[in-house]
Structure formats: structure tokens, C-alpha cells
């Protein structure tokens, strides 16, 4: 007797709760999902967190964003994806990590989606060289832009017009001018970069390298780090720091860079556009109004173009068809005018669609943003070669360059040794 | 269950086999107690080391085509020992440890003989002394990097400020990192290693000591001659254990240079792990692990054997 009834309350209440959930699903078609993002821990990943309940209100799911420095981001996906652990739904993929995950096939190739949703993606409002660099790698699209980065050129209007100079054009003007501004007796240096043994002083270097004329791949994709045309922009890239840096700079990573330009210590620094915003925000800077942005200048003769930078997020391979979906869902909120828009009021700093960099709001907020959308029409994203083996060459050249700033190493002697090591790779 | 019906003595049975029975039953008790310790030591020690080992024959690496695996004999040994970075990796460690543990040792002895006398002054200064050692490594890495920073650190800033050190600091420099490396370890780990041969001069039989001074020995005789030969197997242990540990050494080195300048503080933790945890290179990574777990086996066996032989010349006497 007992038996029947509580199994005519079970199915009662399995019919109940079917019913609800019919309901729930009519507007709310992701309910009960729970989508985790690995996530870089740049100006973004905060901003993701905070708009993230708009999209549970939305589509039911709920989104938990998991912040990550760069190398423990690096570490928990490799292994998520080595592994096959399923800990991660979502990935927000470096620019550089591309080759890697082609060739590995970590994430979903998100062509045939991207095919399928043309038109809700508004797939022209957004910058080609966005969706070329961050993500597109053999035909595969291992990850969908969300957040780009324009290289640009941070100065100090105060200080160029005291010693009477102009804002650089050149790489050349740009040395020049950078070794004139400085004076430790005032601690005024007329130039930061990343010094810090690792991929910082490797990403910083390889940035100015280009700009130089130098590149770390020859023509058919074997390595060339010891190039004529990249020791001598490491000469230049130390007498930079021998002559025009503050002392601590060789130890600097981004934040430490950064930081030193707020604090009105340097005259001018090549950065993310993405730290731009925090130069206009008076509660960290003390630059508020004397900063400018500008574009990087390139060498006498060469063509400009730009450094481009950035993220894009990718949805692991494991995670099976229907979660997957629920992801793409997301991306495709997240990279919508609407929210690209909230994003960046926000300061996340991070573009990808012409609207936005249009936007009359944000253009009142951020007076930089036709430097960004001029340097994403001629950008470059391959300056830091997207291949399978860069963490390794950004490693050598992370070593081999910190020797030469600090340790007397000559650049020859620095750059053969990566190169040896780097040939073993390929 | 078998062990039970066999076990169960026999009453007709002699009274002499009946006690090995026992003994025998005594022992597989014991057995029995110590299986799960021996499984868990066999799964989480041994079979990653035999695991590790036979990693390191091979061409391995996780992120390269699917993680296949290729027999390379020993290339991946004699590229650590022929690569650039794995012999300075090697030289480092080397260094680190002789510098680190010959200091600590010196030290820790001098700061024993101090605190020998039982007193309140020397309990509490004893309590102070283990501040160092109760914190992890990691922060005290923490810790030293923002002191010795040039542009904020509280020690940093004025030895740059003073000229005592290069503006750029003592971290930044090629031939002071390794150096500054080294105190570091010497502040934390000096306390630990008086603290053991405190132990050990504590345990001193009292009468040996009263006769060598009844017998008018001076205080270095008494030293020499009494206390560093009674007192032996403690420096044993306490060099063995330093030695094994700072061999090791990774968190410090990690969080303040990060290996660098160029690769001057590089150890072979550091580089191993970057290898095995950063780039995946898990065949590559073995080797570097089983060089460095030779290095300390080779390490502790000369330790036991010099120690050894001055115990013996030291009972001749």
C-alpha cells in the first residue's frame, strides 16, 4: 500500500517537475546550466564577472568566471586540456596560444557555428585582423575575439613640451628623444619597458623588434632569433635601458610598468591600449592630465603597421555537443554590440567591433579610441609568431634577453645561444 | 582467510613448531599492519619515481603531436648535461647547496653553543629563533623580493640609494643574486639547524663532560676533543637534512628572480619544473629530476661514509 502511493507521489512529482522545467525552458533555454571561464586576469576578467548575472537573467545559465594570473592560466588549461578533466568550459585564449591549440585540437573549431549565425554575430561590424590574429590559425577558428589590443605609444605632454621636443614618428626620433628626457637627478626617465626575465621582457622586446625592422621567424617559418636585423635592435633595446630607464625596470613585468608610467616616472612607454583607460583615472594616476596616446612608430622607411594583442575565448573540445552550444551561446553575448558597449563603460578596455570604437559614449569617456581603430586597419599580429612552439621561443628569448640587459651578455653571443636551442624545436 | 585455517595450531603437533607457527602468525600480523603504509608509499613514491625514470628514456612532451612517445636512450640525459642551461642549472644548485648548508651549519653550531645553558633568556631567544623556520618558503621569497626592491623595498631602496649596491638591485644583478639567494635561505633555515644540535648538546652525557673539565682540559680542547665527536650523529642528521632540502630548493628562487637574471639563479627544480609544468616536456623533465635525485643520493652516501670514518678515528682516540 505504502509502496504504491510513493511511487504515485514519485511520478507526480517527476510530472511536476518536468512541467516547471517545460516551463523554465521557453524563456530561459539554458536553466540548470553552469558555464566556468578560465580567465586572464586583465581589466576584462572583472568586468565579465560583474555582467555575467545579465546573461543568467537571460538564458538561465550561470556563468562563474575563475581569474588567473598569465602563468597559472597557462598551467590549469594545459593540464585541463591534457588531462581531458572537463574543468574548464570556456578559455580565454591568449593571441600566441593559437598554434598550439590548432595543432592539439583543444578547442572546438568554431567555423561552422560562426557560418551559421552570420548574421546575428554582425560579423562586418567586427575588425578582420581581430578575427585573422586571435583565433584563426590553418583555416581552424580555435577561439572568437572578444577583447583586442592595440599597441600604442603612452607620453607625456608636459614633458615633451617642456624640453621643447615632438611627439616621436619614427623609432629612431623615438631613442632619440627617449634618451634627451631623462634625468635620474629628478627621477624622470624618458622610457619603460618590461625587463623581468620571462615572457614579459620577451613580449616588450619582440614588440620594438618589430617595429625595428627585426622579426624571429626567416621567410619560410624557421626560427632566425639571431638575425642581423634583431641584434642590432637589441643593442638599441639596451641602451634604452642602460641609458633611459629607471634602474627598476629590469625587473618590471606589465603591472610594474605600468604602474611606473602612473606614477609619472617615465616619459614614455609602448603599452596595451587596454592599461590606457587606468592613465585617465585619477584615483591610480598622476598623469590624469598630462598623458597622451599615440601610435608606435616604426623605423625610417618601413611601412607602418601596427602591434595587435589580445584575447579571445575558446570552448573546450571535451565538454560534450549541448554544452558546447550553451557556450557559444555565451560568446555570442558576450561579443554583441550591446554588451561590447556595457564592457568597455566599464573599462574593460578591450575592442574588437567598429561600433564600439565609433561609440559616441565612449568616445567622451576615452578620447584614444581612433588611435585603436587606426592601428587595427593596419595591424599586425604576428610579430609574436602564433606557432605551436612559442611559449618555448618566448622562454629562450625571455632568458636571452634579460642576460643582455642585466648581465653584460653581448647580444650576438645571447641571441646564438637561443638560437641553437631554438632550432631543436622545429 | 586461508592465513587463519592454516595458522590455527594443531593440538597433536610438537610444542616447538607450534611457537614458529606462532612467530609465523606474529609476522604476517605485523605485515598486515604495515600493507596499507606500503601500498600508499609503493603508489604515490615509488611507482611515479620508476614511472619517472622511464619517462626520461624517451622523447615526451604532452603538447607535441598528441603527446606520442619516441625512445631517445639517454639524449635526454646528455642534453641537460651538455645544454647551456641545464649546466649552469647544475652549477647553481651545487653552489646554492655547499654555500647555504656550510653557513647554516657554521652558524646554527655557534648559535647552539649559545643557547646550550638552560635559562629563560636563552628559552625565549629560542622561541624568537624559530620565527624564520615556521614560515613557508614561498613567502619568505615574498618577503625578501619587496624588501630588496629598489624602488619601494625598505632595505633595497637605500642600499641603491647609498651606492652600496647597482641601482638595480641586488635580485637584478648577475653576480649578487645567487649570493642574496643564498642568505636567504642562511636567515631561514640557521634556526632549524641549531635547534637540532641544541637537541643534541642537550642529550651529552653530563659525567664525560665533567671529567674532561676535572681533567683541565680547555675550553677548545673540551670542544674538539669531547663535544664535536659525541655530537656527530646529530651534525649527520642535521647536514643530511639541509642538504637534501636546500638540493631542492624552488619556491624562493621562483617567486624572486624566477631564475634570473638571464638564467644566473636557475636551479634544477626551477628548470625542471619549467620544462615539465610549463612547456610539458615530461621526458625532458624526468631526466632533470633523476640527475638531481642521483646528485643527492651521491650527496647523503659521502656524507655517511666521511661521517663514518670520523666516528671510528674519533672512538680510536
Known sequence: ?????????????????????????????????????????DQFASVI?????EFEEKTGATVKVDILDY??????????????????????MDIVWAGQYAENGYTVDLNDLMKRDAAELQIDDIYPATLKYIGQYNGKQVAFPFAGYAAVLAYRKDLLDAAGLKVPETAEDFVATALKLTDPSKKIYGFVANGQKGPAVAQDWLQYNAQLGGSVLDASGKPALNSDANIASLKVYKELFDKAAPPGAVDYDWGGREESFRQGLAAMMETWSVGAPGYYDPTMSKVVDTVGITYTPVAKGMEPKYGLGGWGMAINADIDKEKQEAAWTFIKWLTSPEVQKEMNMNGAGSYIRKSTLADPDLNKKYPFLPIIAK?????????????????????????????????????KTALDDAQAQAVKLF | MSIATTAIPSPRQPSRR???????????????LALPAVVYIAAVAIWPLVQGIGYSFFDYNLLRRGGAKTFVGLDNYVQVLTDGTGQRALINTFVFTIGAVFFEFILGLGLAMLLWRDGRFNRICLAFLLIPVTITPLVVGLIFRAL?????????????????????????????????????????WTPLVALILLAGLKALPGDILE???????????????????????????????????????????FVTTGGGPGDATTSLMVYGVKQGLQFFNIGYASAIANIS?????????????????????????
Not at chain 2, 643520493?297 to 682516540?317: G, P, Y
Open chain 1, 1 to 41: 500500500m505504502i509502496k504504491t502511493s510513493a511511487l504515485k507521489l514519485g511520478v507526480a512529482a517527476f510530472a511536476l517537475a518536468s512541467a516547471v522545467a517545460t516551463a523554465g525552458a521557453a524563456d530561459k533555454p539554458l536553466a540548470g546550466t553552469t558555464l566556468t571561464i578560465a580567465s586572464q586576469n
Open chain 1, 49 to 53: 564577472a560583474k555582467l555575467a548575472p
Open chain 1, 71 to 92: 602563468g597559472s592560466l597557462l598551467t590549469k588549461t594545459q593540464a585541463d586540456f591534457v588531462g581531458h578533466t572537463k574543468s574548464y568550459d570556456l578559455i580565454t
Open chain 1, 375 to 411: 592601428s587595427f586597419d593596419n595591424a599586425d599580429g604576428d610579430y609574436r609568431p602564433r606557432i605551436p612552439q612559442y611559449p618555448e621561443i618566448q622562454d629562450l628569448l625571455g632568458t636571452a634577453v634579460n642576460a643582455v640587459l642585466v648581465g653584460g651578455v653581448d647580444p
Open chain 2, 18 to 32: 607450534k611457537s614458529l607457527r606462532f612467530d609465523d602468525r606474529r609476522q604476517l600480523f605485523l605485515l598486515a
Open chain 2, 148 to 188: 630588496l626592491a629598489v624602488d619601494y623595498g625598505y632595505i633595497g631602496y637605500y642600499l641603491a640609494e647609498w651606492g652600496i649596491t647597482s641601482p638595480r638591485g641586488l635580485l637584478a644583478g648577475t653576480t649578487t643574486a645567487l649570493p642574496t639567494l643564498i642568505f636567504i635561505d642562511i636567515w631561514e
Open chain 2, 211 to 253: 671529567a674532561a673539565f676535572a681533567d683541565g682540559a680547555t675550553s677548545w680542547q673540551r670542544f674538539r676533543l669531547v663535544i664535536l665527536p659525541l655530537l656527530l650523529p646529530t651534525v649527520f642528521l642535521a647536514l643530511v637534512l639541509r642538504m637534501m632540502d636546500a638540493f631542492r630548493v624552488f619556491d624562493s628562487i
Open chain 2, 293 to 317: 635525485i642521483l646528485c643527492i643520493a651521491l650527496m647523503a652516501a659521502a656524507f655517511t661514509l666521511l661521517i663514518r670514518r670520523a666516528d671510528v678515528k674519533a672512538n680510536e682516540q
